[in-house]
C-alpha cells in the first residue's frame, strides 16, 4: 500500500495523490450525483444552518436537523441516493483496500466563507474502518486535534487531489476546517472547494 507524504497526529496525508485529469474526471462525476441528489443546508441539532452545503453517494447519506446527526437511506426530497461514482471508489480500494467498499460518500461544498467546527466523525457503527477523504478546488486550512476535545492542534493546508485518511488511533480525532483560501484552484467553475468524505457505515 502506498506510503503518505506526511502524517499529522496519525492522520495520513497524501498530498497530490490525484493528478489533474483524474480531479477533473472526479468533478465531473459528482456533478452528475449533484443533478440526482441536490446540494441543501442541513441544520445543525442546535438549530443553527450549516455554512457548508452538502449532500451525498451511497447506501447511505449523511444527514443533521434538530433531531441530530444521523445516516439517512434517501435524500430530503425522497428519492433514494445515487450510487458512489466508482472514480470515487477506486481511491478507497487504492489507500483503505478491495475488501469492503464504503456505504456513503458525503459531499460537502465551501463557498468562500464557508467553514468547519471541530468535531470527530462517530455516526458509524464500526470505527475499525477508516474515513478516506478527497479535497478538490480551492486550498483548505485542516486543522487536527486530539481524540479528547480541547487540547493541542496542528493545522495543515489541503490542495485540490490531496486525500487524507483517519483511522487506526486517529479514527476519532477531532478535526475541522477554519477557512478557505478563495482563488488558489482554477479546478471548480469559480471560486469554492469540494471535500468528499468515504465511510463504512453499518
Ligand atoms: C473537510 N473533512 O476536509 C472536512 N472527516 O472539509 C472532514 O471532516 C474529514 O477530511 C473525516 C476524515 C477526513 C476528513
Ligand atoms: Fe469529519
Redesign the pocket.
Known sequence: MAEPTLVVGGVDIYKGWLDGDAQATLVEDLRAVVSQAPLFSPQTPYGKPMSVRMTSAGKYGWYSDRRGYRYEARHPQGQPWPPIPPSVLAIWAALVGPQRMPDCCLI?Y?KPDAR?GM?Q?RDEADFGWP?L?V?LGDD?L?RIGGVARGGATSSVW?GSGDV?V?GGAARLCY?G?DRIRPGTSALLQGEGRI?L?CRVVD
Request: hydrophobic share 45%.
Open positions: 460537502n465551501y468547519m468535531h466523525d474515513v477523504s479535497s483548505a485542516f489541503l487524507v483517519m478535526h476546517i471535500n468524505t
